[in-house]
């Protein structure tokens, strides 16, 4: 059992909900505790000749692949039809110089199949939020595409991930480890943290920021979190200390 | 300060004389001529190289074109990184032109982002600067903006290809609101920096960092360095291994952060520093 002093979270002003990065990990050595009990496979990755790190995890779940891609994700068909765009903005500038296609995924050629996803939980010091990353493959080893990630997003999802441009799914470079990951935009997390942080603060109860926050994001992408990872009492902030709101 | 005006000036229109050369395993219908390119500093390769892919499909067959992506001596670049931090970090002292191998096939999944559109280029550049925002202003600049001042933003640095006064002018009328701060606090609230490493798995370092210290003391690159990668800093008694490079000089280590963010940033607001190893005599 981890014995640290935390500080009470929600901190007591609720002007802001912030995460600051040393209670970024030690939420996270929370969840991996539980984690741990759960062989649900996450682990904490430390970067080299630092104290900063991130929690990773792999698992196979379902996607929508384009059957007919090559190993490099090249279309063997001659055909691909506009079915789904895929662009963030209204685009009335000027595009012919683009390469063509934002390349879009028929339904019929499409299937669903089983696709390995890892996931990385990593700490945005410019939003002061925690931020997921995280890339997918084929059994074969092909690294799905955008199209392909947006494809296999739940329905459910989809709609609020087109209409708000940040909240989209975008590729990105991990700023630990310099590769291709997916990421969804961090800039709205406090929209979303806000009342739930404050209904904590109400009922006196604690939280942990980065179980709240995952139960929200991750099963947009195919990660879901168990309950009891959120009614596990070691799970909360060891400080059972009322807060007073001023 | 007029002087400082002529900065800004100078930093938008620097340029890269670039040689791109088609890879040599690429199937061509006959011999390709390697194209010559002035490159700015500013932009992004993928806004910018539209004329080499053009050159290089007239010899050949359009099934043998994939994404177009490039390479300097092995090493895959980075169409996200701005262009002269690109030659900074990876051929700052090697002989001009800048000597670049251009692909149309096996694009290294792993390593690069795709960039299939101008408007992925236009979502990632509006990113960085709302970042940027977010470390300055706590986001209240960039979101008090209306989507027309960040089509001006974009607009601007679309045309920093165009040696034209005009639309150094047209991006400034616009950034200059991100280069505010109240009086007060002396300078923003953090600096949007990121210190590249070539001898490192990792990218770059990026941390909270301010101008100003609780006592008043202005902080100067060489405090940054300091706290977040002091291996770039000789001791007293040592020769210099490294090179501190933006913008293709290595400013003094006297100098003021806020002044060097607010002067030597990119137009994606943020300051895109090179460590890089010290050319051996």
Redesign the interface.
Known sequence: MLHVTIPPFPPPEMSSCFLDEETFCQCCQLLLQHSHSLCDGWSWEQ??GSEEGYLRKTALGTGRTRCNLDQ???SSDQHQERTFSL???N?D?D?D???G???CIQEESSSSSVVQYEYHILYS???QTPVLYFRASTLEGR?L??EEVWDSVHPNYRQRLQHR??DTI????H??????FFVL?P?RTEEFMMPVLKAALEEHRQVNYIVTWLSVVGPVVGLDVPLSYCTQKHQWLCTRRLIDCK | MADDKDVLRDVWFGRIPTCFTLYQDEITEREAEPFYLLLPRMSYLTLVTDKVKKHFLKVMKAEDIEEMWFDFEGTSLKWHYPIGLLFDLHASNTALPWSITVHFKNFPERDLLHCPSNSVIEAHFMSSIKEADALKHKSQVINDMQKKDHKQLWMGLQNVVLCSSDKFDQFWAMNRKLMEYPTEEGGFRYIPFRIYLTMSDRPFIQKLFRPISPDGHTHTLGDLLKEVYPVAIPNDDESKHYQVVIHGIEPLLETPLQWLSEHLSHPDNFLHISVIPAPSD
């Open positions: 970067v080299k490099q994700g090249n662009s963030f903005h685009d500038d595009d110089e683009d390469d296609a934002v390349c010091c410019s939003y690294s595409c955008l441009p940040w975008t590729q990105q470079e700023p630990l480890l310099g590769q291709s935009h800039c």
